[in-house]
């Protein structure tokens, strides 16, 4: 049992150091790597604590492993989630923008035809 | 007075059938602007309706039916046009009942009219999925519209500036047909139906499949759900 908790510990550690990495390189914005960051962080902090899951698993009525999947399952569903609503704000941001720009194209084009034609004239 | 009107043409990847389309359309409504939603289509579609006399809106990138209709209707609200009517590129709606859709449009206090393939007689074009869904949505939308509705996937609308007006904010991405309904429905806005002809398509075939039917319905569903918890609650009657 020790040796998944270390296991996890260590996946924690290394996901709290890729979210930084790649905050430093601007691979991630900050608003967006912290519900990431917060969820590595309990991983991390449950995994050095194995007390407290053994406190939840005994209140939950399964095992302390059961109680840490449970608890990340839970955690990343919630990090999903909060990802597939920025990503159906962004579409609709997008759509409105092509649509903005297919307007403004379409007003150019006939701006620049009437300019034609006015030329010829 | 009789109104500006613009017929709005969707239309992706339709390059066989849209000068057709357009040159049928401006035969039998010449007084009628055309305006092609060209949905970002890699093929001569553009091209093809500017030769056949129609003004071109093309989307940067390809929005799906719902997104570059509503660039459409954005469009034609912008430059104030008092109705719109909405034929598909593909040749099978036939132009001739244009004039009895916008003949009721300026004649009832309907904001949104259907051309209804289902008002008369069954049409003979539909498949047995299909057949089945529209069955279904007439069912569902029956006590949400307060009236029974035939043809609630029809293509082939008309709306008024009122209605322009909502569908400029306010649109569904996919699968619009059903939905704009009740988009309508929520700001107490009533339509009426008149009977349409349908036509074998000029070219190309349906993609509709079993599955995709089953997403759409469920797709639509959930739509229908959610606007409905949109609803004004002071103007639900």
């Known amino acids: 049992m020790e040796r998944l908790f270390t296991i996890t510990l260590l996946l924690s550690a290394a996901l709290v150091l890729a979210i930084l990495h790649s905050l430093r390189r601007a691979h991630i914005r900050v608003e967006y790597s912290l519900s990431w960051l917060a969820a590595a962080l309990a991983s991390l902090v449950l995994s050095a604590r194995p007390g407290a899951l053994r406190a939840l698993g005994g209140w939950l009525g399964v095992s302390p492993q059961a109680a840490l999947g449970t608890v990340a399952v839970f955690g990343f569903l919630v990090v999903l989630y909060r990802l597939s609503m920025i990503v159906s704000e962004l579409k609709d941001n997008n759509v409105a923008l092509a649509q903005k720009v297919a307007a403004l194209e379409y007003h150019l084009h006939r701006l620049e035809a009437t300019r034609e034609a006015d030329a010829r004239r | ?237």
């Not at chain 2, 007075?1 to 043409?9: D, N």
């Open chain 2, 1 to 237: 007075m009789i109104g500006r009107t613009l017929l709005l043409i969707p239309a992706y990847n339709e390059e066989t059938s849209i000068g057709a389309v357009i040159g049928e359309a401006r035969a039998i409504n010449p007084e009628l602007d055309v305006l092609v939603a060209n949905d970002c289509s890699g093929d001569a579609t553009a091209a093809n309706a500017r030769r056949a006399g129609a003004s071109v809106l093309t989307v940067p990138h390809h929005l799906g039916l719902g997104g570059v209709l509503q660039a459409g209707y954005k469009l034609a609200f912008e430059l104030g046009y008092d109705y719109v009517v909405r034929i598909d590129g593909d040749g099978q709606m036939d132009p001739h009942d244009i004039p009895a859709i916008l003949h009721a449009l300026r004649t009832s206090s309907a904001q949104m009219v259907i051309g209804s393939r289902y008002l008369e007689k069954d049409d003979g074009h539909t498949s047995v999925i299909r057949s089945l869904g529209i069955r279904f949505f007439r069912a569902v939308l029956r006590p949400i519209l307060g009236k029974p509705v035939a043809d609630p996937t029809s293509g082939f609308v008309g709306v008024n500036r009122e209605a322009l007006a909502v569908f400029a904010t306010s649109f569904p991405l996919e699968y619009p047909e059903i939905e704009a309904l009740v988009v309508l429905r929520r700001k107490a806005f009533h339509f009426v139906e008149v009977p349409c002809r349908i036509r074998p398509r000029h070219a190309g075939r349906s993609t509709i499949t079993p599955l995709k039917s089953v997403y759409y319905i469920v797709h639509v569903l959930l739509g229908v759900v959610v606007n409905i918890l949109k609803f004004e609650r002071h103007r639900w009657r």
